[in-house]
């Protein structure tokens, strides 16, 4: 079993990763719905704003500057700027349980969205300038995913990301879908495609649905899809999966996250869109923050904050 601090600093390395690029690209699909001078772009902006807990729907201070505080902001812990000097500093501190590719990849972004000429370059072309962070971001998790070793740092940097990408999608949603039935509330088609880039899911998406942009069928990718990687059901699966195996490792008794991530896996496998449809997508959603923040609680409490005497040879 490695180390607590160790496995703290991967974990939240894997959540830094993840909100950076969420960041990104919420900023970059915000960006380009303003391009659309009717009520549909002000929507879409309205839904990235609420997706980062921000009042107002950005119009207040300009939709670029919105954009650029969500990025560049140093003073807002979880703008990209942050999340990334955060991630770098995580890696620094585990700098022997990663590779050289990924802490190289991860370190030159950091200098690239640190430089003093960043704020400049954003405001020269911010649709490139964002679009090299999130391709660099993909650069990042695929050289960890294919030149570290599959193990214990892995799978914590892995169970970072997961945690992460369930919590940021299910927000998302919930800002859509939360606050009346499933058909009630979203349904403008640009607004609903702006929601499909944010998630990363617009490709994917027609690739299953073809052309028809509706709410009930996002819902059911975005909540249900077993096969997408940015699907709830997926990230909750590979929290479990994760989790199972390191709880393997420590073998004993001390296995409450694997056993709370379970039984979220087995509520999304089991529930489905009618579901949703009948009582409204919010209880659901709310109830996937809110076990994560379980999950979150239950990993600490085993693999980090737990008591030294659980640990000891008897």
């Given at each position: 079993?490695?180390?607590a601090?160790v496995?703290?600093?991967?974990?939240?390395l894997?959540?830094?990763?993840?909100?950076?690029?969420?960041?990104?690209?919420?900023?970059?699909?915000?960006?380009?719905?303003?391009l659309?001078?009717?009520?549909s772009?002000?929507?879409?902006?309205?839904?990235?704003m609420?997706?980062?807990?921000?009042?107002?729907d950005?119009?207040?201070?300009g939709?670029?500057?919105?954009?650029e505080?969500?990025?560049?902001n140093?003073?807002?812990p979880n703008?990209?700027?942050?999340s990334?000097a955060r991630a770098?500093?995580n890696a620094?501190?585990?700098?022997?349980?990663?590779?050289t590719?990924?802490?190289e990849?991860?370190?030159l972004?950091?200098?690239?969205?640190?430089?003093?000429?960043?704020?400049?370059?954003f405001?020269g072309?911010?649709?490139?300038?964002?679009?090299?962070?999130?391709?660099?971001?993909h650069l990042f998790k695929?050289a960890a995913d294919?030149?570290m070793?599959?193990?214990?740092?892995?799978?914590f940097m892995?169970?970072?990301?997961?945690?992460?990408r369930?919590?940021?999608?299910?927000r998302?949603?919930?800002v859509c879908?939360?606050?009346s039935?499933v058909?009630g509330?979203?349904?403008?088609h640009?607004?609903?495609?702006?929601l499909?880039?944010?998630?990363?899911?617009?490709?994917?998406?027609?690739?299953?649905?073809?052309?028809?942009?509706?709410?009930r069928h996002?819902?059911?990718?975005?909540?249900?899809?077993?096969?997408?990687?940015?699907?709830?059901?997926?990230?909750?699966?590979?929290?479990?999966?994760?989790?199972?195996?390191?709880?393997?490792?420590?073998?004993?008794?001390?296995a409450?996250?694997?056993?709370?991530?379970?039984?979220?896996k087995a509520?999304?496998?089991?529930?489905d869109v009618?579901e949703?449809?009948?009582v409204?997508?919010?209880?659901?959603?709310?109830?996937?923050?809110?076990?994560c923040?379980r999950?979150?609680?239950?990993?600490?409490?085993?693999?980090?904050?737990?008591?030294?005497?659980t640990?000891?040879?008897?």
């Amino acid at each position: 079993m490695m180390l607590a601090r160790v496995a703290d600093s991967l974990y939240w390395l894997g959540r830094y990763i993840e909100r950076a690029e969420h960041l990104s690209r919420l900023s970059s699909v915000m960006l380009n719905a303003t391009l659309d001078q009717t009520g549909s772009g002000a929507h879409a902006v309205w839904i990235a704003m609420a997706a980062v807990g921000e009042p107002g729907d950005g119009e207040s201070v300009g939709s670029f500057e919105a954009a650029e505080a969500l990025v560049l902001n140093r003073g807002d812990p979880n703008s990209v700027v942050s999340s990334l000097a955060r991630a770098r500093e995580n890696a620094r501190q585990v700098r022997d349980q990663i590779t050289t590719e990924t802490w190289e990849r991860l370190n030159l972004l950091y200098l690239k969205v640190t430089d003093g000429d960043a704020a400049k370059a954003f405001a020269g072309g911010s649709d490139n300038f964002l679009h090299d962070v999130i391709a660099d971001l993909h650069l990042f998790k695929g050289a960890a995913d294919t030149t570290m070793s599959h193990g214990e740092s892995w799978r914590f940097m892995m169970l970072g990301i997961y945690m992460e990408r369930a919590q940021l999608v299910s927000r998302l949603l919930e800002v859509c879908f939360a606050e009346s039935p499933v058909h009630g509330q979203l349904d403008d088609h640009v607004a609903l495609v702006s929601l499909l880039r944010m998630a990363c899911a617009l490709e994917p998406y027609l690739r299953v649905y073809t052309a028809e942009i509706e709410p009930r069928h996002i819902l059911e990718f975005l909540v249900f899809d077993e096969d997408f990687p940015r699907s709830i059901r997926f990230a909750t699966a590979q929290i479990e999966q994760h989790l199972s195996a390191m709880a393997r490792a420590i073998g004993g008794e001390r296995a409450g996250p694997e056993r709370l991530a379970g039984r979220l896996k087995a509520r999304l496998q089991f529930a489905d869109v009618d579901e949703l449809e009948a009582v409204g997508a919010g209880p659901l959603l709310t109830t996937v923050v809110n076990e994560c923040a379980r999950i979150h609680e239950a990993i600490y409490e085993t693999f980090v904050a737990y008591p030294l005497e659980t640990r000891l040879p008897a």
